[in-house]
């Protein structure tokens, strides 16, 4: 089983609003992916956590803020968003970092 | 550094011809490589991918690519299109100490009836 659960599928808030992402993956994967992903580009990578620990952060603003609680779980607390944040929040997991990463569905995230 | 480019951003085939997409690297160690399917509204699915066992691939779906490391090439094949195959695809390098994916920008499937 190579499944990655994300939840909700899709959230609007305000930005005023503080939300969070989850993303679930049961397949003792201990990489962990946050990635943003804008219409007809590719994804972009924000956050990795390597064994509970994040490991890179690509300069992303601090109104995204990453935590992972145990090595099943990563969540993305989101919090005075803009306009511009509006895309598909894709997550990924791995066994390790270069391990073929697999994708959860996404959350559609619309910023009012 | 790593870099992927993808040669054309939209492929239009007919029912049940051959579908070819293109994919050209660049490292400077030797390469995994992988081929995402995305289908709209939906996350990425892994196709295939390489990781320097055997230079032809097969995957999901009835696609399959080769790997040349003269031509640096990962192209994606499959010898018969079916309008389900109607989908963005990319494909992405990882190596040495780069720690993540480089996605290419994309190649949008159509298939015509």
Same mark, same amino acid.
């Given at each position: 089983?190579? $499944?990655?659960?994300?939840?909700?599928?899709?959230?609007?808030? !305000?930005?005023?609003?503080?939300?969070?992402?989850?993303? $679930?993956?049961?397949? !003792?994967?201990?990489?962990?992916?946050?990635?943003?992903?804008?219409?007809?580009?590719?994804?972009?990578?924000? +956050?990795?956590?390597?064994?509970?620990?994040?490991?890179?952060?690509?300069?992303?603003?601090?109104? +995204?803020?990453? $935590?992972?609680?145990?090595?099943?779980?990563?969540?993305?607390?989101?919090?005075?968003?803009?306009?511009?944040?509006?895309?598909?929040?894709?997550?990924?997991?791995? $066994?390790?970092?270069?391990?073929?990463?697999? +994708?959860?569905? !996404?959350?559609?995230?619309?910023?009012? | 550094?790593?870099? =992927?480019?993808?040669?054309?951003?939209? &492929?239009? =085939?007919?029912?049940?011809?051959?579908?070819?997409?293109?994919?050209?690297?660049?490292?400077? &160690?030797?390469?995994?490589?992988?081929?995402? &399917?995305?289908?709209?509204?939906?996350? #990425?699915?892994? #196709? #295939?991918?390489?990781?320097?066992?055997?230079?032809? &691939?097969?995957?999901?779906?009835? %696609?399959?690519?080769? %790997?040349?490391?003269?031509?640096?090439?990962?192209?994606?094949?499959?010898?018969?299109?079916?309008?389900?195959?109607?989908?963005?695809? %990319?494909?992405? =390098?990882?190596?040495?100490?780069?720690?993540?994916?480089? %996605?290419?920008?994309?190649?949008?499937?159509? =298939?015509?009836?």
């Amino acid at each position: 089983d190579t $499944e990655v659960t994300q939840t909700p599928k899709h959230l609007v808030m !305000g930005m005023t609003n503080k939300k969070s992402l989850k993303c $679930e993956q049961h397949m !003792g994967h201990r990489a962990m992916y946050w990635y943003k992903q804008k219409a007809k580009k590719p994804p972009e990578l924000m +956050f990795v956590y390597s064994y509970e620990k994040l490991s890179i952060n690509e300069s992303v603003p601090s109104r +995204f803020s990453p $935590e992972c609680p145990n090595s099943s779980l990563l969540n993305l607390h989101l919090h005075a968003l803009q306009p511009e944040d509006s895309a598909l929040y894709l997550c990924a997991s791995s $066994e390790r970092d270069l391990d073929t990463q697999y +994708f959860g569905p !996404g959350t559609r995230l619309t910023v009012l | 550094a790593q870099s =992927v480019t993808q040669l054309g951003s939209h &492929v239009s =085939v007919s029912e049940g011809a051959l579908v070819l997409l293109r994919c050209n690297y660049s490292s400077s &160690v030797p390469p995994y490589l992988f081929w995402y &399917v995305q289908y709209p509204n939906q996350g #990425l699915q892994l #196709l #295939l991918k390489y990781t320097s066992a055997a230079t032809l &691939v097969k995957g999901i779906n009835g %696609f399959e690519a080769e %790997f040349k490391k003269s031509e640096t090439s990962f192209h994606l094949t499959k010898p018969s299109a079916h309008m389900s195959d109607a989908a963005e695809y %990319f494909c992405a =390098v990882s190596s040495g100490s780069a720690r993540q994916l480089t %996605f290419g920008s994309g190649t949008q499937l159509t =298939v015509l009836p």
